[in-house]
């Protein structure tokens, strides 16, 4: 049963250029929400689109030689196709040049013209022609330039109507206080309220003499300027003038998803021209923050952006969507950059998840004929894994609901981490080789009812991977989904048969190697002069003093992205060990697991942190493994 509409909308793309990754990034979120409102029960209806009746628009295509819709043409496929390869799943896609927005462009702007809202007039002051706006002395640089373009502003002078918005100036401050909900994140809100507070000027709604745009309904000179214009695709792209029954389901529209450079246009010219035309206020509008590449706005025209066809055919979508929520808290500004994007996919997707979904359909595949085996009285750690699952629903949807993406993901990962570990506590191996099926069947059940827990967990991020776990599992991948199906632990069909199982999440190659320290450098120039490997005697191999060790603890260190400082027991006393093993091994999985360590090593200190002993891990290129007893066994034990 749906639990109710949910009506969801991005900003509308200017036409003067395709778009960038940061573009992408709001179209990637606000997809990730509607995916996940689907998945809850929702009705969902998603609106996107393009504002195609701007000055700059016209510029662009003017530049090239070509009529503005032709080349708005021309513009729209390439976001289509952005879109597209980033599976954003849209319901409706809006241009401002159709017909139905045209119709209730024109509708609206009569409402408030009759409502005594609309008046010719002359107005003054600094005008920025990208964003197509007027700015106050104090909004602009020194030299009166535009701080969203760095472009510089320019007095302009017009004749033209005006809308009465320091009418509404109560009105709007009376709501915004009333519903403190309605501008988030909060410091959108403040600055809001602080810019209200400070006067509200009326602003111009038509331009004198343009061809290009959409004609005043009340005089033919002039056409409705393209902010009064933009903000009304909202209406119009749920059946406003074509669609009754359809507006009056979705609308008011329960969030607009903006950045945080338009939140003026969203949060007081649009709620003032809709108490004007009387129609209900939008439920919220939530201004993200930039996405950033190194340290500065992406932008086109100055060469500082990321390609988002290219980032897709380079990575998938599905990693490049992960890695944009699960990296930057939604709200909060973020750098793209593809060493952390890389670091982010081999943790969390390559070594977190996919390594658990391959250990445990490999095990299964092997001991159960590629089947899902039955599943058996709870035992060990089956409860803590089961309980864990149920809460991290619980918090998933809590966090979801409130938009805190990256949070939400990582109360998942705490989750696949934890079934990580419950496989190495469980070791299912062993219990294959002591030939214990009925236990063996019902860990690798557990494993893989958590892994449909966090299909369905990713779904809204990453669409394509989870339907292929879900294939790979035995499952339909198409088959009805919803959160309420977690409700419940052990709904796995058992018997079903395993699709083809490969790695979902291969590793990337990490492109930067870490730098080598002047003492590697030296040690590997001698190693390269020899030819013969370096032969030593068993005396030598015992002056080393290899130990079991137990780790009891284990932290990042602070400011390094490769350190991690272990407290281990390695029977007589506790050692702490600083060990550059950061991005293959995330703190949770190593507590309680059993390592080699030489003791008798001079201590050292690494970024500051002493570090007494080292531990022993087998490396290959970018891939580490540490070294462990094949047997449970005491630490301090001796290696011999
Ligand atoms: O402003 N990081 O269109 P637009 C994150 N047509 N978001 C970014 C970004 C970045 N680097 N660059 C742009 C307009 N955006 C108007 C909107 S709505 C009725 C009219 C976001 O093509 C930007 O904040 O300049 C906005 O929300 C959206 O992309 C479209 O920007």
Redesign the pocket.
Known sequence: MSKGKFYVT?????TNAV??L??S??LVATDTLARYKRLNGYDVFFLTGT?ENSLNTERAARERNMDPLAYCDEIVAHIQEIWKALNISNDDFLRTTEERHKRTCQELYRRAYENGDIYKGTYEGWYCDSCEAYYNEDELDAEHRCKIHESPARWFQEENYFFALSKYQDRLLEHIEKHPEFIQPEIRRNEIVSFIKSGLRDFSVSRAGGQWGIPTPNDPDHTIYVWFD??I?YVSGVGFADDPAKFERYWPADLHV?????TR?HCIYWPAMLMSTGLPLPKQVFG?????LKGQ??SKSRGIYVDPIAAVKEYGADPIRYYLMREFPFGSDGDFSEENFTHRYNADLANDLGNLLNRTLTLAGRNFDQKIPAPGPVEGPDQELIDLAEATRCQYIELMDAYAFSTALETVWQLVRRANKYIDETAPWRLAQEGNRERLGAVLYNCLEMLRFAALFVEPVMPESAAEIRRQMGLDPDAERSFETLKQWGQLPVGASFGEVKPVFPRLKVTKKPAADSTDQKASAQQKKSKQPLQITLDDFRKLDLRVGEVLSAESIEGTDKLLKLKVDIGSEQRQIVAGIAQHYSPEELVGQKIILIVNLAPAKIRGVESQGMLLAAVDQDELAIVTPLKDIRPGTKIS
């Open positions: 991005t900003a509308i793309l200017y778009p960038h940061g573009h990034y709001e504002d933009a903000v695709n903006i950045g945080k450079d338009i246009f993200h923050g930039w996405l950033h706005k992406m």
